[in-house]
Structures are given as structure tokens and as C-alpha cells.
T-cell receptor, first 114, second 113 residues
Framework: QKEVEQDPGPLSVPEGAIVSLNCTYS??????FMWYRQYSRKGPELLMY????GNKEDGRFTAQVDKSSKYISLFIRDSQPSDSATYLC??????????????FGAGTQVVVTP | ETGVTQSPTHLIKTRGQQVTLRCSSQ?????VSWYQQALGQGPQFIFQ???????GRGNFPPRFSGLQFPNYSSELNVNALELDDSALYLC????????????FGSGTRLTVV
């Protein structure tokens, strides 16, 4: 079983809809939770990060972490065709021997249709 | 402020050959991590370099090795290439001790035939 599970999709939504993405994980030591966006033929770009549990909002993006359920979510409001990309969740423990070692999900491909 | 740059962008090698991939860190960053991303998968951690020494390694064999230079740029070397080494290789830079906020390059697409 992988430490981080993420539905690969594809997830197709009409323009203006809310995109809902999620990941589950098994390692209770994870403390940092990140969402990256990756366009085709590009490297991952950090969208948001959260430390421990709670919600975080940045413009059209909202990240949620539920450590009790080992479940994280990313919501994209008012989705645009330019949001079409692969979204990767990533996690890391707060330990010196884990610095730099992000554990990624497989990524969910999102397609926003005009 | 410059981001992370990687070279080359694409590479085709024959099984058994050796390859060197290069990475220039984002300005101000002192730590470099390398990741392998197979098609349809998330990136997998290979190793991290800080102060020119390997500091942390993922589940990759010793034929994957690296270097970090005084200007914080880095190389990834892979010996005895196998077909399964075909992937996108990503370099990420950060500050030492940071658990988040890594800046990734666009990667090198390696194809082993």
C-alpha cells in the first residue's frame, strides 16, 4: 500500500464549477501538506501548503487537512480552462531526516471544459 | 529572481550507457533534491544535497549518484541505464531545513532505448 493515495482521474468539469480534489495517507508523522500543479511537460508548481490540521484559503483555492481522518482536500472555485493540469498532493514529516523528502500522490488530471 | 533551470530538456540514451543531468538552483537556495517521475506517477525522491554532501536518499540503487557544487548547482548521474530509468527527472531547490516551498525545475525527459 502506498503512503499517499490519490485518484488519478481524469476529472472533467465545466468552466465555473468547483473542482474538488483529495488525498488520503497512512503515515501519521506527516505534518506538512502541499498541493502542486503540474502542466504538461513542466515541473510541479507549489499552489499551497498547510502545516498540521486546518483550512487555508488563497484566492480561488482552499486547502483542508483532517489529520484525524488522514485526509486532505483542495477546492478550486470558479474553475477556468487554464486550471486544466495535473494536481499533485505532497506531504512531509517534521523531522530533520525527512527534509527535502516529499512524499507525492500519483496526481489527479483535471480538465476544465469551456 | 531566477528559478530552477535544468539541462538538457530531453535526452535519449541506450541501455547500459551513463547519463549526467544538470541543475541550477534558484537564487539564494542552498539545498537541492532530485526526483524521478515516471509517466502517470507522482515524483519519487532520489536524494538531497546540502553543503556538497548527500543528505537523505530514497529507495534508489547506488548507480544513481549526484554532486553539488559550491555555487549550489547540482548533477545527477545514472550509470548502467535500464529501460525502467525512462522518466522525467526533476530537480528542486530550497533552503536547508525547509519542509515545504520547494521550487522545481521543468525537468529532463530521459528515454532509454
Amino acid at each position: 500500500q502506498k503512503e499517499v493515495e490519490q485518484d488519478p482521474g481524469p476529472l472533467s468539469v465545466p468552466e465555473g464549477a468547483i473542482v474538488s480534489l483529495n488525498c488520503t495517507y497512512s503515515n501519521s508523522a506527516f505534518q506538512y501538506f502541499m498541493w502542486y500543479r503540474q502542466y504538461s511537460r513542466k515541473g510541479p508548481e507549489l499552489l499551497m501548503y498547510t502545516y498540521s490540521s486546518g483550512n487555508k484559503e488563497d484566492g480561488r483555492f482552499t486547502a483542508q487537512v483532517d489529520k484525524s481522518s488522514k485526509y486532505i482536500s483542495l477546492f478550486i472555485r470558479d474553475s477556468q480552462p487554464s486550471d486544466s493540469a495535473t494536481y499533485l498532493c505532497a506531504m512531509s514529516p517534521q523531522r530533520a531526516d525527512s527534509w527535502g523528502k516529499l512524499q507525492f500522490g500519483a496526481g489527479t488530471q483535471v480538465v476544465v471544459t469551456p | 529572481e531566477t528559478g530552477v533551470t535544468q539541462s538538457p530538456t530531453h535526452l535519449i540514451k541506450t541501455r547500459g550507457q551513463q547519463v549526467t543531468l544538470r541543475c541550477s538552483s534558484q537564487s539564494g537556495h542552498n539545498t537541492v533534491s532530485w526526483y524521478q517521475q515516471a509517466l502517470g506517477q507522482g515524483p519519487q525522491f532520489i536524494f538531497q544535497y546540502y553543503r556538497e554532501e548527500e543528505n537523505g536518499r530514497g529507495n534508489f540503487p547506488p548507480r544513481f549518484s549526484g554532486l553539488q557544487f559550491p555555487n549550489y548547482s547540482s548533477e545527477l548521474n545514472v550509470n548502467a541505464l535500464e529501460l525502467d530509468d525512462s522518466a522525467l527527472y526533476l530537480c528542486a531547490s530550497s533552503f536547508w531545513g525547509q519542509n515545504y516551498g520547494y521550487t522545481f525545475g521543468s525537468g529532463t525527459r530521459l528515454t532509454v532505448v
